[in-house]
C-alpha cells in the first residue's frame, strides 16, 4: 500500500477543491434564490407599494458576473491545457525512463556477477591437477589458498549486498540473525578487510536508526527536488576511527578493491603454486576477463549513483505544481456555474479529475527514486537474495564437478 505521505500528496488536493467547489456550488445558489426582503422594507411596501423594488434586478447582475467568471475560467484552462499535457507527460516519461533505467541497470549487475563468479569458480574451483600435500606446513598452505579463494568468491555477492544499502544510504550490519538479508555463511567467508570495513562504517555511526531515518528523509528531499543546484554541499575529510583509519563510506568501492587486490594475488600466486609460465592460479586469460567484468561493475554502480543523485530538474516541478494549482482553483467555477442544481456530480467531477492530476504528480515523484522501501520500487532485496543463491549453487557445482573428477 502507498504510504501516508504519498496518498496526502493527493488527498489533501482533493478534499480542497471539493471544499472549493462546494462553497462555490452554495454561492451560486443562493445568487439565485430569491429571498424575501428586510422587515423595514416589508413594512414600508405596506405603506407605499412603488418602494419596493421588483424582485430579480440584482440577479441579472450575478448572472452577468458568473458568466463571466465562467468564461474567464474556461479560456485560462483550454489555455494552458496544452502546457499542463506536456509537462505532465515530461514529468511521468522522465520518472518512468528512470525507473527503467534503474532496472535494466540492477539486471547489469546480476548479469555481471554472474559472469564473474562462474569464470572464477570455474579456474578456481574446478581444477583437479593439484598434487595431495606432502607435509602439514602444505596443506596449512593450501587450507589459507582455499580460504583466499572462498573469500574472493563471496566479496562478489557482497558486493551487490552492499551496493543495495549504499543506493539506500543507510548502513549495513553483518548479522546472522532471521531479519537479516545477509546469509551467515556469506558471512563466514568473507574476507577480514571487508568485514573490519563494514563494523567501522558502522560504528562511526552514533545511532543507526537515525541514519537510516535521515536517509528516508534525504530521499523524500530528493523526490521533492528542494536541491538547489547553485548550492553546494561543505567538502568534508574522510573519517577516521581511533586508530587512524579510514572509514569507507561506500562500501561497495571498497569491495571493488578488495575483490582487485584478491584478484592480482590470485593472478601472480607464490612460489608453489605458479604454473610453468610463472603465473598463479589464475591465468592471464582468465585474469585480463575477471579485471574488465570488475571494471564493468564500477560503470554500473556509476550509473546507479548518476540516477539516484541527479534528480528531475527543479523548474518543471516548479511550473507543474503551480499549473496544478491554477487547473484545481479555475475548474471548480466551471463545474459549478454550469451543474450548480447538482451537486454530487460537481463533487465526484471535480474529486476524479483532481486526484487523477495529483496522483500522477505523485506516481512520478516517487518512481523518480526507484531505489526506496515503498511497493512500487525496485525488489533489490529479492536482486540480493538471487545473487547469494547463485553464489552458493555456482560454488557447490564447481567443487561437486572437481570432487568427481579427482
Avoid at 536541491?227 to 569507507?248: C, K, M, N, Q
Amino acid at each position: 500500500m502507498l504510504r501516508a505521505e504519498q496518498l496526502s500528496d493527493a488527498v489533501q488536493p482533493t478534499i480542497l477543491a471539493l471544499l472549493w467547489c462546494t462553497l462555490l456550488v452554495f454561492v451560486k445558489r443562493a445568487s439565485l434564490a430569491e429571498s424575501p426582503p428586510a422587515w423595514p422594507t416589508r413594512a414600508r411596501s405596506f405603506i407605499d407599494a412603488a418602494y419596493f423594488a421588483s424582485p430579480g434586478s440584482n440577479d441579472i447582475g450575478m448572472d452577468k458576473t458568473w458568466a463571466d467568471l465562467d468564461w474567464a475560467a474556461y479560456r485560462v484552462i483550454a489555455s494552458l491545457s496544452t502546457v499542463t499535457g506536456l509537462l505532465l507527460a515530461f514529468r511521468s516519461n522522465s520518472a518512468i525512463d528512470r525507473w527503467s533505467t534503474a532496472r535494466r541497470k540492477w539486471s547489469d549487475v546480476q548479469a555481471t556477477s554472474r559472469s564473474l563468479l562462474r569464470l572464477l569458480s570455474a579456474s578456481l574451483l574446478g581444477g583437479s591437477d593439484a598434487a595431495a600435500p606432502v607435509s602439514i606446513h602444505e596443506f596449512a598452505r593450501n587450507q589459507a589458498y582455499r580460504a583466499h579463494i572462498e573469500a574472493t568468491l563471496a566479496t562478489v555477492p557482497f558486493f551487490s549486498i552492499s551496493l543495495m544499502y549504499e543506493m539506500r544510504a543507510r548502513s549495513l550490519e553483518l548479522s546472522s540473525g532471521r531479519t537479516s538479508l545477509v546469509r551467515s555463511d556469506l558471512i563466514d567467508a568473507l574476507p577480514p578487510a571487508i568485514i573490519a570495513a563494514t563494523h567501522r562504517h558502522r560504528s562511526s555511526i552514533p545511532n543507526a536508526n537515525e541514519a537510516d531515518k535521515a536517509a528516508e528523509e534525504e530521499k523524500r528531499r530528493l523526490m521533492q527536488n528542494t536541491a538547489s543546484p547553485h548550492v553546494l554541499r561543505p567538502r568534508a575529510r574522510s573519517a577516521r576511527d581511533t586508530h587512524g583509519d579510514v572509514i569507507s563510506t561506500n562500501l561497495a568501492l571498497t569491495a571493488l578493491v578488495v575483490l582487485q587486490q584478491s584478484l592480482d594475488a590470485l593472478h601472480r600466486g607464490s612460489p608453489s603454486h605458479q604454473n610453468g609460465a610463472g603465473e598463479g592460479l589464475l591465468s592471464s586469460p582468465v585474469y585480463a576477463h575477471s579485471i574488465g567484468l570488475v571494471n564493468a561493475l564500477s560503470g554500473h554502480m556509476t550509473d546507479l549513483e548518476r540516477i539516484r543523485d541527479t534528480p528531475i530538474p527543479l523548474s518543471v516541478s516548479r511550473h507543474f505544481s503551480r499549473l496544478l494549482a491554477i487547473h484545481t482553483l479555475l475548474l471548480p467555477i466551471v463545474v459549478a456555474q454550469r451543474l450548480y442544481a447538482q451537486l454530487p456530480l460537481c463533487l465526484a467531477i471535480i474529486g476524479v479529475v483532481t486526484t487523477m492530476l495529483y496522483g500522477v504528480d505523485s506516481f512520478a515523484a516517487t518512481l523518480a527514486q526507484p531505489f526506496g522501501l515503498d511497493q512500487q520500487d525496485l525488489p533489490l532485496e529479492k536482486y540480493v537474495a538471487d545473487a547469494q543463491r547463485e553464489w552458493d549453487e555456482i560454488r557447490s557445482a564447481c567443487s561437486a564437478d572437481a570432487t568427481s573428477l579427482a
